[in-house]
């Protein structure tokens, strides 16, 4: 690829709805059961939307008013759905790498730090995490914003999303300590009508609470008043912090009150009970898992339940959560996932003639693609390549040192590549990333706001 030159071509026309783009001769890992890996093919971007993919696309004339990217030597891959992080905490990055408990993380970030945040803080976070997640391949970020202490807090989330391009699900939620205006969830209808009146966007809203009322009392805790509401407006449902006895038993009543469905994502639910994970199956409704914070910070058992969601029928997303404590990327919730999982079979089957069941690289992949995007309620919308989807996609370099040989694509993506070999994402059919660089961003500039953002906010603290 003339990188200039191409790049050149694809900004002027950004603003054309029927622009064409073709990318050529790549690997394209679809992430489509009925299109599988294309070891060399093409794939055509109409608008905002993915045309087609096939072994050849320009013999059908399909090169014809399109700019051409010569991909040879690139896998092409779904962009990943990140389904679950607190974008705001990021200025704290890495500020308790060795957190022992959630307690810890709870009274540190949400209890002291939060409060401090004001409105221009929370855009600064936001888009520093969205920024970031582009950069790693994430083209989907649900951003569990659980610091709504104003509706200028909220605005100033949702507007950070939008400054980055990235295709946002904003999960609204009140804080869990400090003062704040009362103005949640009544304020989700303003939201609403202002930022996402129209189908046809990058942005989609939720509404988000948590399981139980251990963590910050009964008034964030899910239930038939929130899920009211959800369904007034129209909106899916996030529910953090689900973990052991109490939110099982949470589980099984809102079962028994028609409350769980596809609509609804429940994140963690580690330490439940098989009554808890058969209710889940039953009713669609989605999981949202978070490896590293699982097994790092030690959430209740500390082992990701992807067992029990596969046994449940479950086929979960992947997400971040809090860079507070752990990485930003999910090449590295893909590995942690994998390893864990095959190694807990494994021990499990050990000293037997049993034949331990071990998922696979496809697996944490479409975990962090299709069933990601499936768990924020847009599966019709991104997560695989095709055809009519929303044209939200990586080009990987696969002969990078790191990645040469190309021999297994899939391997390759999730074992061997990391952000440094994402040469371009594109987004809605927009090029947010390009030659390896996010685009639109002054480093400069946002390494300053994202400093002075930080020291104001732990200055605050320490008075």
Do not use: C
């Not at 097994?295 to 449940?312: R, S």
């Not at 997400?319 to 996932?337: G, K, N």
């Not at 594109?426 to 994202?450: H, T, Y």
């Amino acid at each position: 690829m003339n990188a200039d030159t191409t790049l050149d071509q694809l900004r002027r026309q950004d603003a054309d709805r029927d622009r064409r783009v073709l990318l050529t001769g790549a690997t394209i890992v679809t992430m489509d059961p009925d299109l599988g890996v294309l070891p060399k093919g093409d794939l055509l971007i109409q608008g905002s939307a993915i045309a087609a993919v096939a072994p050849d696309l320009r013999t059908a004339g399909a090169a014809s008013g399109a700019v051409v990217i010569d991909a040879t030597g690139t896998i092409l891959a779904p962009g990943f759905v990140d389904t679950h992080r607190h974008a705001w905490e990021a200025q704290l990055r890495r500020i308790m790498p060795d957190v022992n408990d959630l307690g810890e993380y709870v009274r540190s970030t949400l209890a002291d730090i939060a409060p401090a945040y004001q409105p221009q803080d929370m855009y600064v976070g936001t888009k520093l995490a969205a920024l970031t997640a582009i950069d790693g391949g994430i083209t989907t970020m649900l951003d569990f914003s659980h610091n709504s202490r104003t509706a200028a807090h909220s605005d100033s989330a949702i507007e950070a999303l939008i400054d980055t391009g990235i295709r946002g699900v904003h999960a609204s939620m009140r804080p869990h300590f400090g003062d704040w205006d009362g103005q949640w969830p009544g304020d989700l209808n303003r939201l609403l009508d202002k930022y996402f009146s129209s189908s046809d966007q990058l942005l989609t809203l939720r509404l988000a609470a948590l399981a139980t009322d251990e963590i910050a009392g009964p008034d964030l805790a899910y239930g038939p008043d929130f899920a009211r509401v959800a369904r007034e407006l129209g909106i899916g449902v996030s529910v953090d912090a689900v973990f052991g006895i109490p939110s099982s038993q949470a589980i099984l009543r809102w079962s028994a009150d028609g409350l769980l469905g596809p609509d609804v994502t429940l994140i963690h639910s580690t330490g439940l009970t098989a009554d808890a994970w058969r209710a889940m199956g039953d009713s669609g409704t989605t999981v949202a898992l978070a490896p590293t914070s699982e097994a790092q910070i030690g959430l209740e058992t500390a082992i990701p339940a992807i067992d029990e969601a596969l046994v449940a029928g479950i086929r979960p997303g992947l997400s971040i959560d809090v860079e507070v404590a752990l990485a930003s990327d999910m090449f590295t919730q893909m590995r942690a996932l994998h390893a864990i999982q095959r190694m807990r079979a494994v021990n499990a089957a050990y000293g037997s003639a049993a034949t331990p069941p071990r998922i696979g690289v496809a697996d944490v992949l479409d975990f962090a693609t299709l069933q990601g995007a499936k768990t924020v309620g847009l599966g019709d919308v991104t997560g695989s390549l095709t055809p009519g989807k929303q044209a939200d996609f990586l080009i990987v370099g696969a002969e990078d040192l790191n990645n040469m040989p190309l021999n297994d694509p899939i391997g390759t993506l999730v074992l061997g590549s990391d952000p440094r070999n994402i040469q371009a994402v594109f987004i809605s059919g927009r090029v947010r990333k390009w030659a390896g660089a996010v685009l639109d961003v002054d480093p400069a500039e946002l390494r300053q706001d994202v400093r002075e953002s930080r020291d104001r906010v732990l200055r605050a603290v320490a008075h």
